[in-house]
């Protein structure tokens, strides 16, 4: 009977032992918790850089010009548009990136994935951008507002052109006379005409 209560404890006891273990599990789970949405995390840390998302806080300052950021991280990144260093270097070729996302979409260029579909038609694109602007052949989006006139893109690169004629801009030379364009393509045009060649 002895033994048998021996063996009844020692049955609790690992049972309690179990317990512990479980509750052990529960103290390293999420327990830092957003009180203004439903955010968790289990590093304190990330709370904090969590939160500056609600109040908009940016104390990481940049020396060089009036850049903020919420995270060191980001920080160090933008110091990068700076000192020009570009630390992600590619195996395949010479490119190199500042950001470690930009190496990562640069080698679809060698392997050919594109992980974006759309959801109407079969395009697939290589980055979440090239995504989004394809989307807008299909919405009719055109985010982009000229202030000058009722002019409006569905990318930045179609509104910054537009600019120009407004501005007069001609950012694009010819090497061979003293044309100039406002769009590189113009720029091809001519020199296919005039000059008989290509760029």
Do not use: W
């Not at 789970?29 to 955010?39: F, I, P, Q, T, V």
């Not at 109040?55 to 020009?84: F, I, N």
């Not at 120009?164 to 801009?169: F, K, L, S, V």
């Amino acid at each position: 009977m002895k033994r048998k209560r021996r063996g009844g404890s020692g049955g609790k006891a690992q049972g309690r032992g179990k317990g512990a273990a479980g509750k052990k599990k529960l103290k390293t789970a999420k327990r830092y918790a957003c009180d203004l949405c439903g955010y968790h995390t289990s590093v304190k840390g990330s709370l904090t850089a969590h939160m500056r998302t609600h109040t908009g806080e940016k104390p990481y300052a940049c020396v060089l010009c009036d850049y903020r950021a919420s995270v060191k991280s980001s920080l160090t990144t933008h110091m990068r548009s700076h000192t020009g260093e570009r630390p992600y270097a590619c195996v395949l070729c010479d490119y190199r990136a500042s950001q470690k996302g930009h190496l990562t979409t640069h080698m679809r260029v060698h392997t050919g994935e594109r992980p974006y579909a759309c959801d109407f038609c079969g395009f697939r694109a290589s980055n979440s951008s090239d995504l989004t602007t394809h989307i807008r052949t299909h919405t009719g989006e055109r985010p982009y507002a000229c202030v000058l006139c009722d002019y409006r893109a569905s990318t930045k690169g179609a509104l910054t052109t537009h600019m120009r004629t407004h501005t007069g801009e001609r950012p694009y030379a010819c090497n061979l006379c003293d044309y100039r364009a406002s769009q590189k393509g113009h720029l091809r045009s001519h020199i296919r005409r005039r000059h008989g060649g290509g760029i």
